[in-house]
């Protein structure tokens, strides 16, 4: 499985954006997928994650509540909404998918995409 995920780009403080994960090579529909990311001088974070199905989700306390992940099998794609962004949502974020299991741990991810810049103004 190839990951791209895009989408990222420069938006003010308060602001909304979609990123994108794209999936080729094979259907992921029985694959959990989640959205991490790494802000400079920092380590790769959970950020959120849904099962294959769509039907289980999980995030990161840091962004329960303005950020939605969703996913269309048919268009084997996965979607991370961001609203009300902050400044230190700033960050590569990346998509990776897993053979196996539902986790936001991020040991046992098996794919991962190139990410995309998300940058936010103050």
């Known amino acids: 499985v190839q990951l791209q995920a895009c989408g990222g780009g420069l938006v003010q403080a308060g602001g909304s954006l979609k990123v994108s994960c794209a999936a080729s090579?094979?259907?992921?529909?029985?694959?959990?997928v989640a959205w991490f990311r790494q802000a400079p001088g920092k380590e790769r974070e959970f950020v959120a994650v849904?099962?294959?199905?769509?039907?289980?989700?999980l995030y990161a306390d840091s962004v329960k509540g303005r950020f939605t992940i969703s996913r269309d099998n048919a268009k084997n794609t996965v979607y991370l909404q961001m609203n009300s962004l902050k400044p230190e949502d700033t960050a590569v974020y990346y998509c990776?998918?897993?053979?196996?299991?539902?986790?936001?741990?991020?040991?046992?991810?098996?794919?991962w995409g190139h990410g995309t810049q998300v940058t936010v103004s103050s």
């Open positions: 990776a998918a897993r053979k196996y299991g539902f986790s936001r741990i991020i040991t046992g991810y098996d794919y």
């Open positions: 090579g094979r259907t992921f529909s029985s694959n959990a």
């Open positions: 849904i099962s294959g199905s769509g039907g289980s989700t």
